[in-house]
T-cell receptor, first 113, second 114 residues
């Protein structure tokens, strides 16, 4: 069965510092991988997705993620964090049919001034 | 274009009651997925509807049921409410059922069961 683990429940970084949020997945076939962001009281917004091809994918708001099959990881990165990036971040894995997308428990990002 | 809208935004029910949550999908989208997000957790897949037919279901009991209408809007019905049903219920629409179609989420309905 597919599953997602986000090892870090809460991360605090200073504004302007770099960010890396970890995601490990378990899936039998080639996974479809996603990162979503959720601000308080809001729904989820898609940051980026990986289906195939180049293992480094670019997303919105300056985020990128790298798919590493050997490590079963899909970590999210941003070179310089802005205060508006404070939110909850979810990694997700899905099959082709998209009807069983599995989300991790999320990582809450706090940005210090 | 109009995004995904959910109603109501908040709801308080008593254990044993029934509830209906509504979702209007984004224009041009024929697929709706429902998720339950408990406090401090990631969303859990309930089920998906594609062109008015159920297209997959997560590990939820039969008292969770749904409908999709010809205009692709959708309802989530929960019977015999339990305290553990308290959660944020998220609806997401997409232009197709495949994973290549990104999910567009609404802001959710916050259900509290007392």
């Amino acid at each position: 069965a597919q599953s997602v683990t986000q090892p870090d429940i809460h991360i605090t970084v200073s504004e302007g510092a770099s960010l890396e949020l970890r995601c490990n997945y378990s899936y039998g076939a080639t996974p479809y991988l996603f990162w979503y962001v959720q601000s308080p009281g809001q729904g989820l917004q898609l940051l980026l997705k990986y289906f195939s091809g180049d293992t480094l994918v670019q997303g919105i708001k300056g985020f990128e993620a790298e798919f590493k099959r050997s490590q079963s990881s899909f970590n999210l990165r941003k070179p310089s964090v802005h205060w508006s990036d404070a939110a909850e971040y979810f990694c997700a894995v899905a099959s082709y049919n998209n009807n069983d997308m599995r989300f991790g428990a999320g990582t809450r990002l706090t940005v210090k001034p | 274009e109009t995004g995904v809208t959910q109603s109501p935004t908040h709801l308080i029910k008593t254990r044993g009651q029934q509830v209906t949550l509504r979702c209007s999908s984004q224009s041009g989208h024929n697929t709706v997925s429902w998720y339950q997000q408990a406090l401090g957790q990631g969303p859990q897949f309930i089920f998906q509807y594609y062109r008015e037919e159920e297209n997959g279901r997560g590990n939820f009991p039969p008292r969770f049921s749904g409908l999709q209408f010809p205009n692709y809007s959708s309802e989530l019905n929960v019977n015999a409410l339990e305290l553990d049903d308290s959660a944020l219920y998220l609806c997401a629409s997409s232009y197709d059922r495949g994973s290549s179609s990104p999910l567009h989420f609404g802001n959710g309905t916050r259900l509290t069961v007392t």
